[in-house]
């Protein structure tokens, strides 16, 4: 099992871009998440999904969209990045519920010029 | 809206000591309480957690205890070594709402 896989692991974007960061996962789970991670703030989350074609909001979801067409795809897109979304990326997932051990990915580091 | 204190921000101790990180929780539903160990340029990784029917567990060096009527929980970690330096985070969730919320981590030093 490779896990969860997270694609770029470093992107430079400009005021303005969009984006799409890749989360894929091996495991089954029925439950993915996306993270912000700053400095002095810990993990803070973006969306999550309870399954295929099931997303919601987590504390800090604007200026981002999600999907979830399949249990092992959940890419979060940034639909026009601005300097505050300058943060590390992180997806996660677990069995069925955040009750349960989450399973975290690399993390992809993104800045925002 | 629901928050999780964490306390102290960075933490140092000799080879050998032992450390503890408190956590504080505000809702008296939050019914899991996991605790996520953190690398350098890696992802978080869970080393212990608890539930709320449980007050305490150890896993070999690391236990956590949980006190449910002041709402906070600690992780401790005895005989300390060098590859326990990370970032600690704890974090708490309820079911039903398929939120966990994290505190803001704790930069644990183990100097030899």
């Known amino acids: 099992n490779a896990g969860v896989t997270q694609t770029p692991k470093f992107q430079v974007l400009k005021t303005g871009q969009s984006m799409t960061l890749q989360c894929a996962q091996d495991?089954?789970?029925?439950?993915m998440s996306w993270y912000r991670q700053d400095p002095g703030m810990g993990l803070r989350l973006i969306h999550y999904?309870?399954?295929?074609?099931?997303?919601d909001q987590g504390e800090v979801p604007n200026g981002y969209n999600v999907s979830r067409s399949t249990t092992e795809d959940f890419p979060l897109r940034l639909l026009s990045a601005a300097p505050s979304q300058t943060s590390v990326y992180f997806c996660?997932?677990?069995?069925?519920?955040?009750?349960?051990?989450?399973?975290f990915g690399p993390g992809t580091r993104l800045t925002v010029t | 809206g629901e928050n999780v204190e964490q306390h102290p921000s960075t933490l140092s101790v000799q080879e050998g000591d032992s450390a503890v990180i408190k956590c504080t929780y505000s809702?008296?539903?939050?019914?899991?309480f996991p605790w996520y160990k953190q690398e350098l340029g890696k992802g978080p990784q869970l080393i212990i957690d608890?539930?709320?029917?449980?007050g305490e567990k150890k896993d070999q060096r690391i236990a956590v205890t949980l006190n449910k009527t002041a709402k906070h929980f600690s992780l401790h970690i005895t005989e300390t070594q060098p590859e326990d330096s990370a970032v600690y985070f704890c974090?708490?969730?309820?079911?039903?709402?398929?939120?966990?919320?994290f505190g803001t981590g704790t930069r644990l030093k183990v100097l030899a």
């Open positions: 996660a997932s677990s069995k069925d519920s955040p009750s349960y051990e989450q399973y």
């Open positions: 495991m089954n789970h029925e439950y």
């Open positions: 999904s309870v399954g295929a074609g099931i997303t």
């Open positions: 809702d008296s539903a939050s019914n899991y």
């Open positions: 608890i539930r709320s029917n449980v």
């Open positions: 974090a708490a969730s309820t079911s039903g709402t398929y939120k966990y919320i």
